[in-house]
């Protein structure tokens, strides 16, 4: 597991160090697990990178929801 030092060091990390998803390109018609593996070789940290000048950092709690709950509880929302 990562600790809290190399989370905090991972969030300094200057946005211009960081992969754009914007620029990484997938071959649609291979296989799923060729597409994640190729997908995450090419983002080289996937909590830390970039959409186009954006900087996108992911991080989730060591006893939160699962995130599929979350996403379900908030696509919910979404419909009311």
């Known amino acids: ?5 190399e989370i905090d060091q991972l969030h300094r990390e ?4 960081r992969t754009d998803i914007k620029t990484i390109q997938i071959d649609p018609t ?3 697990a060729q597409r994640i593996s190729a997908f995450l070789g090419e983002v080289k940290n996937p909590y830390h990178f ?3 000048d954006t900087p996108v950092s992911i ?22």
Request: overall charge neutral; aromatic content about 8%.
């Open 14 to 17: 200057p946005p211009a160090t």
């Open 50 to 52: 970039c959409y186009g």
């Open 59 to 80: 991080s989730f709690a060591e006893n939160g929801q699962p995130l599929e709950t979350i996403l379900i509880e908030h696509f919910a929302r979404l419909k009311r």
């Open 1 to 5: 597991m990562i600790s809290h030092t």
């Open 30 to 32: 291979q296989p799923i």
